[in-house]
């Protein structure tokens, strides 16, 4: 924003390669390993980040960077960071007031910039302004196609409804099909505009917009990817809009305006050049209709045909899924049928049903037909099929769905042998087909069932992340703004860690029979421990590992504490110092162990200590709850030598909370986000 008082005497020159380094952050990564991504990871706000990217904090002007929201009106000064989708420098306004939230580092240096101290003093004196300027407040009107409406409720916009009534001080919205509408209300429109009214009109091609438009303008339909354009100034409708607001990762072809009108990067925006009619071509709900979703299964007893519960599947920005289980072939010969329940919500939605080898070359028993079923009611799914040769790996049964965005119930799975038998209203599982699937109703949770699917559609969400602030900005500078939470939340203290440790005797103090074993703590094999003080006079454990004998029998060694209990959906925090002579990079495994039917309630975690001690902090969530019969446990076979300090395991909020994953943004945080999207406060 180059003609904003905060830049004065400032230009491009000045906000890069400052004097000094930044210690905001530490100036390397703390890297870990990642079993999910195969190599090196950060953690930020309880996520796995596989970019890695700080290789020092020298010249560095800005080192947490703001993704700019989509929701409300925040007015960026200077764009930065990947793509120039993030702001160190914006405004918040909400009625008469306004927040700055200012994210360079002009203090946390070793050296003083001359840049840094004239942004500070023209940031004071402006915001020291008692008549800094206030935008006027209009109320917005919308016509057009449904998913614009909803996109536009969902970014905190309220609209009302145009049906002919007389126009005032208002921004009237009109998206695909509105032109139909407001023909017949061309001249009132016509007047409204030379009054002085304001339109947003959101990818309509020039045959909409001129049959209500008092001036004709001309589109071409072609493929837009990117444009550069110089910032606009601080009055213009564009103001706050930058090339990466319309970057489109998503390439397809768009109504560009080609004349009639003041064409801004070639085309995808456009000013009337008598009127105050701004054209966006590049709206955020062609392409993701439902920011929130996001792939992945759930079982629940809102909805259920057979039994109390049923499983909700999410399909989000994949392109296709499958929903199925592993199950023991049938026999060659003999005929079997494979049936679901299933129920598209909101929308019809087109599956089919596979039953393939597991294992490879994946070829199939059977591929059924793709099927369009209707919305909001259950549909019995079936294929029957005959066996002609032996499947050893056994099968993979499933329901495929090549639909991104779509959301269906599935219960009642059967597979048996035989024909396909309707299922009537209130009847039970027949006991004369034996159902080769297990958990056919999802009565016990989603075990053993899969839900798997290929990498999201990330071009797709940028993109809509990206128009989504676009519009939102355009509408901004009009005087429509979003609501948001964000004073509440300013005012709302974060909420820390809850509770006390649940280890027994964590820091290794307690030896009652003097036994040399710390209390409630076992270390296998026996003979494999010393437990000692450390420099700073702390206990500690030095947990000795020979390796295989030999024979090549292996030597492994564990540290474990019994009958640790968690709760289902709680969030612990586990922690501990840790260091290590011999083991050259391996890594060591962590987990709470359910020993009845021995398998983990948490997510595994791995780690690998040096020479220096170090602290080890991870964040995981139960997936059961187990008062007794659990195991905390660390264990490793590699020849080395390595000790433990000041071990820790506290109930805490989830890493989401004090995240601001929504109010400001239209979709939810995943993994392979930029990190610094998910911002403190």
Same mark, same amino acid.
């Given at each position: 924003m180059p003609d904003h008082p905060y830049l004065a005497g400032l230009d491009d020159q000045h906000l890069r390669d400052w004097r000094g380094e930044s210690t905001i952050l530490p100036p390397r990564l703390d890297y870990l390993p990642s079993n999910?991504?195969?190599?090196?990871?950060?953690?930020?706000?309880?996520?796995?980040?596989?970019?890695?990217? &700080?290789?020092?904090?020298?010249?560095?002007?800005?080192?947490?960077?703001?993704?700019?929201?989509?929701?409300?009106?925040?007015?960026?000064?200077?764009?930065?960071?990947?793509?120039?989708?993030?702001?160190?420098?914006?405004?918040? &306004?909400?009625?008469?007031?306004?927040?700055?939230?200012?994210?360079?580092?002009?203090? $946390?240096?070793?050296e003083e910039d001359p840049a840094a101290t004239r942004l500070v003093r023209n940031i004071l004196s402006y915001v020291s302004e008692t008549s800094y300027p206030v935008r006027s407040t209009r109320k917005a009107l919308y016509v057009g196609d449904p998913d614009g409406k909803r996109h536009l409720q969902r970014a905190g916009i309220s609209t009302g409804s145009y049906e002919g009534a007389e126009l005032r001080d208002q921004v009237l919205i009109v998206g695909h099909g509105g032109g139909r509408a407001l023909a017949k209300h061309a001249p009132a429109v016509a007047r409204w505009l030379r009054a002085g009214g304001h339109l947003l009109a959101l990818q309509l091609d020039g045959d909409e917009a001129n049959s209500f438009?008092?001036?004709?303008?001309?589109?071409?339909?072609?493929?837009?990817?990117?444009?550069?354009?110089?910032?606009?100034?601080?009055?213009? !409708?564009?103001? $706050?809009?930058? !090339?990466? #607001?319309?970057?489109?990762r998503d390439?397809?072809?768009?109504?560009?305006?080609?004349?009639?009108?003041?064409?801004?990067?070639?085309?995808?925006?456009?000013?009337?050049?008598?009127?105050?009619?701004?054209?966006?071509?590049?709206?955020?709900?062609?392409?993701?209709?439902?920011?929130?979703?996001?792939?992945?299964?759930?079982?629940?007893?809102?909805?259920?045909?057979?039994?109390?519960?049923?499983?909700?599947?999410?399909?989000?920005?994949?392109?296709?899924?499958?929903?199925?289980?592993?199950?023991?072939?049938?026999?060659?010969?003999?005929?079997?049928?494979?049936?679901?329940?299933?129920? !598209?919500?909101?929308? !019809?939605?087109?599956? &089919?049903?596979?039953?393939e080898r597991a294992g490879s070359p994946w070829d199939r028993a059977v591929r059924g037909k793709d099927i369009e079923l209707p919305a909001d009611q259950w549909t019995d799914l079936h294929v029957t099929f005959k066996v002609d040769k032996p499947y050893p790996e056994g099968w993979s049964t499933y329901i495929h769905c090549s639909q991104p965005e779509a959301r269906l119930r599935v219960d009642w799975f059967r597979l048996f042998e035989g024909d396909y038998v309707p299922r009537s209203a209130g009847s039970a599982a027949d006991p004369e087909r034996k159902n080769l699937f297990a958990n056919p109703s999802f009565e016990e949770g989603t075990e053993?069932?899969?839900?798997?699917?290929?990498?999201e559609q990330q071009n797709l969400r940028k993109t809509f992340r990206r128009s989504s602030f676009l519009v939102t900005?355009?509408?901004?500078?009009?005087?429509?703004?979003?609501?948001?939470?964000?004073?509440?939340?300013?005012? +709302?203290?974060?909420?820390?860690?809850?509770?006390?440790?649940?280890?027994?005797?964590?820091?290794?103090?307690?030896?009652?029979?003097?036994?040399?074993?710390? #209390?409630?703590? +076992?270390?296998?094999?026996?003979d494999a421990f010393v437990r000692e003080?450390?420099?700073?006079?702390?206990?500690?454990?030095?947990?000795?590992?020979?390796?295989?004998?030999?024979?090549?029998?292996?030597?492994?060694?564990?540290?474990?504490?019994?009958?640790?209990?968690? &709760?289902?959906?709680?969030?612990?925090?586990?922690?501990?110092?840790?260091?290590?002579?011999g083991l050259e990079g391996a890594r060591m495994t962590l987990a709470i162990q359910d020993t009845s039917v021995w398998r983990s309630l948490v997510e595994y975690q791995r780690f690998s200590p040096n020479e220096q001690w170090k602290q080890f902090t991870f964040l995981v969530k139960s997936k059961d709850t187990a008062e007794t019969k659990t195991r905390f446990q660390i264990w490793h076979d590699n020849p080395s030598t390595v000790w433990f300090s000041d071990m820790c395991i506290v109930p805490c909020d989830p890493p989401s909370r004090g995240r601001w994953s929504s109010g400001l943004y239209l979709d939810k945080p995943q993994e392979w986000d930029d990190p610094y999207r998910f911002f403190r406060w």
């Open positions: 999910k991504y195969g190599g090196a990871v950060i953690r930020w706000c309880g996520l796995e980040v596989p970019r890695l990217w &700080r290789c020092g904090n020298r010249g560095n002007v800005a080192s947490v960077l703001i993704e700019k929201p989509a929701i409300g009106d925040f007015f960026p000064i200077i764009d930065g960071g990947f793509s120039l989708q993030y702001s160190p420098l914006l405004e918040y &306004r909400e009625g008469k007031g306004m927040v700055l939230f200012c994210l360079i580092d002009v203090t $946390g240096r070793t438009l008092p001036a004709p303008i001309r589109t071409t339909k072609g493929e837009h990817i990117a444009a550069y354009f110089k910032p606009s100034g601080v009055d213009s !409708p564009f103001a $706050g809009v930058g !090339p990466a #607001d319309v970057h489109n390439p397809r072809a768009l109504p560009l305006v080609s004349h009639g009108a003041k064409l801004v990067a070639d085309g995808v925006m456009a000013e009337a050049e008598s009127a105050n009619v701004i054209f966006c071509q590049l709206v955020p709900y062609r392409f993701v209709k439902s920011p929130g979703d996001v792939p992945g299964l759930a079982v629940n007893d809102e909805d259920a045909v057979e039994g109390k519960q049923s499983v909700l599947l999410t399909l989000g920005t994949v392109p296709q899924g499958q929903f199925g289980q592993q199950v023991t072939a049938g026999q060659v010969g003999k005929t079997y049928t494979c049936s679901a329940l299933v129920k !598209p919500l909101g929308d !019809p939605v087109t599956v &089919r049903l596979e039953v053993p069932w899969f839900f798997r699917w290929p990498t900005r355009l509408l901004a500078n009009m005087g429509v703004r979003g609501q948001t939470p964000l004073l509440s939340r300013l005012a +709302t203290p974060i909420a820390e860690a809850t509770g006390q440790s649940i280890l027994k005797n964590g820091d290794f103090s307690v030896d009652a029979d003097d036994n040399g074993v710390p #209390d409630h703590w +076992t270390i296998r094999p026996k003080t450390t420099d700073t006079g702390r206990w500690s454990i030095r947990v000795i590992c020979k390796g295989p004998d030999e024979k090549g029998k292996s030597g492994s060694v564990s540290l474990a504490q019994p009958d640790v209990a968690v &709760r289902k959906d709680q969030w612990y925090r586990i922690s501990f110092r840790a260091k290590a002579e």
